[in-house]
């Protein structure tokens, strides 16, 4: 399961994720993080077993959770350059067949594509 984690100056300088991950002895695969003096935004990936129990940790930390079940979404402007697909760390698109792009569903929701698309055709659903 993703998890996007949102959190605050007030949490933000605190060892949030050694602290989950020892509380909860779940494996914590980190996909993204934006970390800044005053906010961070985290994207990790947690065993689907252990899900409820890593959410509430974070919660009691004061983190904001919500999990992830989609992929990148592409709107029509897609020109099929291909731009994006070696910005993408877990293969998640490719050239079909036909010559057209395509993305596939293990999407980790990273956004390096997003930034790279030269028609601003991806975006992250919120
Ligand atoms: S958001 Fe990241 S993981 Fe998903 S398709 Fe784009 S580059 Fe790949
Ligand atoms: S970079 Fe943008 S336009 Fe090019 S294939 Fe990817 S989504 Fe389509």
Redesign the pocket.
Known sequence: MLLRLKFDSRVVKKPVISSVTLKTSALINIIKAEVGPRKGELIVEVEDSMTEKVEEAFREFGVSVCRLKK??QRSDECVHCGA?IS????E??CIAEDGRVE?MDN????????KVCPVKA?S?PV
Not at 87 to 90: A, I, Q, S
Not at 107 to 114: A, E, K, Q, S
């Open positions: 992929k990148v994006c910005m993408c760390p877990v998640a698109i993305f999407c980790v929701l990273c956004g390096n594509c997003v991806l992250i």
